[in-house]
């Protein structure tokens, strides 16, 4: 990707030539693909027309510059629509934009459009948003993964370069690893939050795509660190420093068992030549005892519920979203609110209720925050005796259309490998690996608590391996 930007800064390749190629690739594609819910192509030609002056005059500067963007419409962008892919937020425009996306845009990158998701990023697959369901670039029969569907096919099909997304349980990494890009979850706390439209706050972050590995630590070098609007925030990285630096020599890799019960063929002997491949750069497998996932999976559920329903009372018709009827009050929120919201989130807000009403909340949320502690605790551990971990991403190669939209606890399975990163926080990548037909594969590796850095680095050294 850095390569790219050279080019784009010394006028090889203008910012508005680089613009019109990808717009064409979008004119070509997005009829069938369905990776934008708003596209902003006359805003975009009159930014790139700006660089180009810059270009002119020798005075091109910035990390990202020329450098086409996407971005998940959860996530805020100054005058744009911010529709969550809900009916609620059909119409609404955000009046500011995140810290994530000032900070790209500052460095000069050319946001391009809004990206289709799944209706309040609640999905695995894509095919939940109001907006009609995105369609997987390698074959448009399936589902390209989700819920940061638009983002992943925006990348893939070469609709922006880069795209952001956002990971509550595994919905960057499973869409690219459906469509054969890198995508990459963050700690927690290392990009700030602001601007991002909560699904379930103790476990949201917001991540990059890009066909790279580079791209990677290029828009993570500009993302990561402290913002005065999100105290959690307060370290940051230094992403390209490592990147450039890193030696895979000896690093200690641990895989176990527990995370390869209920993954499909397939994708288990993609895993088996990922392992043999680590071992040719250098790495130390390591085979460890690690938590059987088919059974924590479920704890990811216990949590995210109850947080969601709480986060979607603001969707109110009052508040924020689309105003219902009725002759009091509580008939207007309730049309707002029936009218509003797709299947799917309305089972979890009801769900979420119910695990938070008092004669439930000691049984399941409490205890799914226990469990929640004791599973970092048992993370930690694992990390002292190696650097990464490593799983498949998905368990299975992305389905047809419609196959698992109504079975949820089927589709609830696609996060069954993703979630242990949200649930202890760690840094999580997916890494495009090897090929089913068509079809792309991906194989995850999870670093410790802030050694994003190095994560990034090591994936380096597994792309175009597969
Ligand atoms: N598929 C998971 C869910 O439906 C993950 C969502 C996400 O990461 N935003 O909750």
């Known amino acids: 990707m850095r390569e790219l930007v050279k080019e784009l800064k010394s006028g090889e390749l203008l910012p508005s030539e680089h613009l019109e190629e990808v717009i064409e690739k979008i004119e070509e594609r997005e009829p069938r693909l369905n990776a934008f819910i708003s596209l902003d192509v006359e805003g975009a030609r009159e930014r790139a027309k700006e660089l180009d002056k810059l ?7 910035g990390l990202l510059f020329g450098l086409v963007l996407a971005v998940k419409d959860n996530i805020a962008v100054e005058g744009m629509r911010l529709t969550c892919a809900s009916r609620m937020l059909e119409n609404y425009v955000s009046p500011f934009s995140a810290t994530a996306v000032e900070r790209l845009v500052r460095e000069g990158a050319i946001v391009i459009g809004k990206t289709n998701m799944d209706e309040f990023a609640c999905g695995s697959s894509g095919e939940t948003s109001y907006f009609g369901p995105t369609r997987n670039p390698w074959d448009e029969e399936r589902v390209p993964g989700g819920s940061s569907s638009g983002s992943a096919v925006a990348v893939a099909a070469g609709m922006s370069d880069l795209s952001l997304g956002s990971d509550t349980g595994g919905s960057i990494r499973n869409p690219a690893s459906f469509t054969g890009v890198f995508g990459f979850k963050p700690t927690y706390n290392l990009v700030s939050r602001y601007g991002l439209v909560d699904l379930a706050m103790s476990l949201d972050v917001i991540g990059p795509f890009s066909p790279d590995a580079d791209g990677i630590a290029l828009s993570m070098e500009v993302m990561a660190g402290p913002d005065g609007r999100d105290a959690g925030v307060q370290r940051s990285l230094s992403f390209l420093e490592t990147f450039d630096a890193f030696d895979p020599e000896g690093v200690r890799v641990g895989w176990g068992e527990g995370f390869l019960e209920g993954v499909e063929e397939p994708v288990r002997r993609h895993f088996e030549r990922f392992l043999n491949v680590l071992d040719s750069i250098g790495a130390e497998l390591v ?10 999976w479920p704890l990811y559920y216990l949590i995210m519920y109850p947080e969601f329903a709480s986060a979607m009372q603001r969707y109110n018709g009052l508040t924020y979203g689309l105003r219902g009827e009725g002759s009091n009050l509580y008939e207007v929120i309730a049309d707002a609110r029936g009218k509003g919201f797709g299947r799917e989130v309305k089972r979890r807000i009801i769900l979420g209720t119910y695990l938070s009403m008092e004669r439930y909340e000691k049984s399941f949320h409490e205890r799914g925050v226990k469990l929640r502690r004791g599973l970092r605790a048992e993370v930690k551990k694992l990390f002292e005796e190696v650097d990464f971990l490593t799983s498949p991403t998905v368990p299975f190669l992305p389905f047809r259309l419609g196959e698992r939209l109504d079975d949820p606890v089927k589709m609830y399975a696609a996060d069954a490998l993703t979630v242990l990163a949200n649930l202890t926080g760690i840094p999580a990548i997916n890494v495009p690996f ?7 594969v991906g194989m995850q590796l999870m670093g410790r608590w802030f050694e994003d850095d190095r994560l990034v680095a090591m994936a380096r050294f597994l792309e175009g391996r597969g």
Not at 434 to 440: A, C, D, M, T
């Open 55 to 61: 270009v002119r005059s020798g005075r091109a500067s």
């Open 287 to 296: 085979e460890l005892r690690v938590p059987p996932m088919e059974k924590v």
């Open 434 to 440: 090897g090929r089913e037909g068509r079809l792309p």
